[in-house]
């Protein structure tokens, strides 16, 4: 059957079976293809988008439930906090293969939504549930606080 | 059901024969072709080639135009590792090019273009040192000569900077663009000089920074899994659980059934569904009945193998050993009592790029065209003709950045590719994108051997190691020659070097489960073997580990060594006071041409280690890309720790068990600890820096627990708990 589905402010037809994980409608359906596919359940956070702006693992959540919500995907996400991320990970060479960057975004941005100043505590909560094999944990978590420091700057 | 046809087991056959076609010579991987076709050999020798590359007057990697940009061709894969700055920063040091107007784009596959399009052995940076500076060089030659043309004065007056050419004393100057046509016209000089590393001005510096950490922050990076072409189709295939399977039969009727299932049909390697969409394919595949003869395959257990790999080290298999050193005239010689056996075992390991396998090809006829993250790319040009039936030029792979591989991508086979080329032939004109889920790609083996070492030293009196004893068990990489690559980092240890009498023997028995080249290969085991048995004699001996390292090093006059291991105890503060229930341990490795010391700092916090810090110092030659040799030793430290934990494949049956993130653990956000990292400086040629960065800390990590705890760690992974244990995973412990 047919869903409605809001990706990114746009309002999509969708004539996809209901289980259908969002991923799949995200990326073969819509060709949002900045969310990846890295594990299909929930491990791994490289599908990571925001549902009513809060980080989901789009590879778990079925398009019937994501029919009732606003989705955000990389391509998508607006605002200062994207901003600061995005200027942080390029000034410090965040990426190695990148394959899970976008889902690190993608939590990174919510993380700061939630706490603008978040401790290491903090972040090891919010950035857990992504995996980077290349393992550029250490740049992410100083990306997040430099981003952090920037969007502070802003506002004094 | 429909009976599987015939081909399975010839595909066994061909398997081997491309695994054949790949043998090592001095580290390098030097590629040969196994025709089974004469059209095919033909083919190989005469048409080695592709899509003829966009001309440019100044050679194969260089193109520069009027807007003043330079593009830099990267035969080399871009898999994580920065190989496309360290290439582009190589010329563009040697044309003062500025390097804000350089970028780079990825060489189709195309051996008379390029040479040979191999990202193995951590060797991109080295093997193109020459060639890269070389062909900068010459371009900026071409550049002077049009200046002192146009200007009537002496070439050797000439400067080149970011770009502009200019002549000092009569003030003039010229961009590139300006000089353009010019120097386009000119001869490119066969041996431009080269600077000297004191000129540098690019090399070395911060400035060399990554080109792609912007479409990578944004989603824009087009990775295969992103590829979407005109009436493509997604496939997936279902694959034997057990190695060596094959298809008896199957049954499609319901996966038909599936809605966007285009078609159902058995390949080599399984049974292919293809439809509109990946979770149709995902689905349909789901809905396959299966029936699979195991007859040939391997049905044993990781506790099986285990005690098989304990009984040919002990001489009680038909698996003959092959020297790999020995020294001394009697090989033989009585060990005395109190000679010291050590004992390890190590796990297969699987890759788990966050991007799982994937391809795509389209077979037209004679042409075939792919898209892929293409490690070996001449190489897969070839594997995809032999099954398409085509030659190697009519082949054309758009090489697209990986999203990791850790040498999975570099399987000699091509096993994905060539599965992808075999659907897409029965889908004539259809581009088909093949999609493997993690849980194919964990079960699909090629994993890093598991192995089995046992050593037994003598220590002399004058403190070193006087007869050494070596026998390790692993599966051999390549099925040619001896199996140096089990033994790597072994014979050259500088541990040996007093040794009077040396026995090393490697074992290499074959069987099903197939293995590959995983990041640091030998090394990532043989570190260990080496790093921590020399700890457990320091203590034996009651001397410093450091100390003790010390001493050895300089009887092997291992300068590399000393300076690492000096620069490795004053960064890391090796013998100041640590806080109550913390330890320090360190390693140095030496593998790629790259010596790495690490130290780490460990607590046990109820049986479980906690990294929080780690201390690392590289010569490397010269640096390129400080930045990025930084990069590469964060990750390379995160890769072995999360291998060191945890790292573990398991075999029930035959049957892989670990076949996700949440069985097959690697370390996540708040398990990485603190890196620092110091480069050596040196004015020698550059070595390797993908892999060097892992080999160090498992034994790092194991000898501060040796420290705390006084236990030796005899077998990886340190965390046995969770998934591995359930599955009965569990390796006899020897005792030191």
Known sequence: ???????????????????????????????????????????????????????????????????????????????????????????????????????????????????????????????????????????????IHDAAGQLRHRQS | MIDAPASGRRFQMTRRKMILSGTLAGGALVVGYTATHPMQAAGAILSGGGPVPEESAFGSFIRISPDGWVTIVNKQQELGQGIHAGMAAMIAEELDADWDRVRVVSARANFRAYGPQITAGSRSVATNWDSMRNAGAAARAMFVAAAAMRWSVPRRLIDVRDGVVSHGASGRSATFPELLADAARQTAPQRPTLKEVKDYRLIGTDRVRRKDSLPKST??????????????????????????????????????????????????????????NTFAARQGRDALTLEWDDSEAEKRSTADLVRYFHDIAAGRTDVDPADFHSKGDDPKEVFSAQAIEFSFDFPYLAHAPMESLDCVAQVDGWDVKIISGSHLATVDQVQAARVALTIPGRVDIDVVPAGGSFGRRGIMGADYLVECVRIAKRMPRRPIKLIWTREDELSSGFFRPMSHHRVLVDVGEDGFPARWRHRTVSQPLLPLGPNALAVEGVAQSPYLAAAKVIDGKVYSPTFPVPVAFWRSVGHSHNAMVMEHIVDQLARRLDRDPADYRRALYRRAHAKRHLAVLDALCSRGGWGAAIESGWARGLAIHECFGTVVGQLAEVRVDVGRPVVRRVVAVVDCGIAISPDQIVAQMEGGIGFGLSAALYGAMTLKNGIVQETNFDSYPVIRMNEMPMVETYILPSTNRPTGMGEPGVPPIAPAVANAIFALTGGPTTSLPILRDGAAASAGFSFPRASA
């Open chain 2, 219 to 276: 989603g824009a990076q087009v990775y295969t899994q992103d590829v979407h072409l005109p009436d493509m189709l997604v496939a997936m295939v279902a694959h034997s659980p057990r190695f060596g399977g094959r298809l008896a039969r199957y049954d499609a009727t319901a996966a038909r059934k599936v809605k966007g299932v285009a078609d159902v049909f058995a390949i080599e390697t399984g049974v292919a569904v293809v439809a509109t």
């Open chain 1, 1 to 143: 059957m047919a869903y409605s589905l809001s990706v990114n402010g746009a309002t999509h037809q969708v004539d996809e079976d209901g289980q259908t994980p969002l991923l799949w409608v995200l990326r073969d359906t819509l060709k949002l293809t900045g969310t990846k596919y890295g594990c299909g359940v929930a491990q791994c956070g490289a599908c990571t988008v925001h549902v009513d702006g809060q980080p989901v693992r789009s590879c778990s959540f079925p398009l019937e439930a994501a029919s009732a919500s606003p989705i955000v995907t990389i391509e998508g996400c607006k605002g200062a906090e994207v901003e600061a991320i995005q200027n942080a990970w390029v000034a410090r060479d965040v990426p190695q293969c990148g394959f899970c960057q976008s889902g690190q975004i993608m939590s990174a941005v919510a993380l700061l939504r939630a706490i603008p100043a978040p401790s290491d505590a903090d972040i090891d909560v919010a950035m857990s549930g992504n995996i980077c094999r290349c393992a550029t944990y250490n740049r992410i978590r100083a990306g």
